[in-house]
């Protein structure tokens, strides 16, 4: 392992992870969602670290974390390797925050006993196929690109300050200056698009439903009310499977709501019931 500020590399589960670690106290994970990195959590990690010890990984192939072995491309493969890396770093988070992807992954490790959070925070949660003619294409799609080097230069070469705004607009979002900067560098490496395109052609989300049926702990569904990624809709399905689950709605935020507003963020994480019992008008 080696450490350089909030940084550090750890090997675990056949790979070398960057993991941002941050603070002292009772430990939240923190994991983000497809094609994005731990830059997603920059603005909420210093928030919370005065309280807890925050650890927020790049997910496998994503950001600085390496290439994944073929076995932890998939959902159930990329639980099974974060939980490793949790074992790696002797860390046992109470509770779980995940935005898209990373909240689906963060549900299997708890139904799998891999963890044993007393909740889970999700923002924009992404726990269901794609549906109609775009879910029929979608993965086929991915697996094409994903199969080849071109693609992945292509995308990394067109990824510009116009393009990247368009992306993240697409969305339903509103993102700084600094997100947008840091965006365009993410998807201009070619490494991060590769291993991005991978595990989109790895996903398969078909036993999600019944990991909510069998989830124990709270589960709160931060949903952005403009989010143009994940329909909010998708929040009330997952509620009425999950008999642990209560919606929060954020007004005027979009896909990428913990990185437009991360003051609310980090309030929520702290103490989602508080926050629901105090909003819940």
Not at 164 to 171: F, N
Request: glycine share 8%; aromatic share 6%; hydrophobic share 45%.
């Amino acid at each position: 392992m080696k450490a350089g500020g909030t940084s550090r590399f750890v090997d675990a589960a056949g790979m070398v992870w960057h993991v941002q670690i941050m603070g002292q106290g009772p430990v939240i994970l923190l994991l983000h969602g497809t094609g994005a990195s731990t830059h997603s959590w920059r603005d909420i990690l210093p928030k919370l670290a005065d309280r807890f010890t925050v650890v927020a990984p790049d997910l496998p192939g994503h950001g600085f974390t390496a290439d994944p072995p073929a076995s932890a491309q998939s959902l159930p493969g990329m639980a099974s390797a974060v939980a490793d890396l949790l074992r790696k770093l002797g860390l046992l988070p109470f509770r779980g925050v995940g935005h898209s992807a990373g909240a689906a992954v963060l549900v299997r490790m708890t139904v799998r006993k891999m963890i044993a959070p007393d909740d889970i925070v999700s923002f924009n949660g992404a726990f269901f196929q794609v549906s109609g003619v775009a879910g029929h294409f979608f993965t086929p799609l991915a697996k094409a690109a994903a199969a080849t080097s071109f693609m992945p230069k292509l995308f990394a070469s067109m990824a510009d300050q116009k393009a990247v705004e368009r992306l993240l607009k697409d969305t339903g979002s509103k993102i700084d200056a600094r997100g947008l900067d840091l965006y365009r560098r993410l998807f201009a490496n070619q490494g991060h698009v590769a291993g991005t395109l991978r595990m989109m052609a790895a996903w398969d989300l078909h036993w999600t439903e019944q990991d909510l049926r069998n989830l124990t702990c709270r589960l709160y569904l931060v949903r952005g009310a403009a989010d143009r990624t994940i329909s909010p809709h998708d929040s009330d399905r997952a509620a009425r499977l999950c008999p642990t689950a209560s919606v929060i709605t954020l007004a005027n935020l979009g896909h990428l709501a913990h990185e437009e507003n991360p003051g609310l963020a980090a309030e929520i994480i702290a103490d989602p019931e508080g926050y629901l019992l105090r909003n819940s008008n």
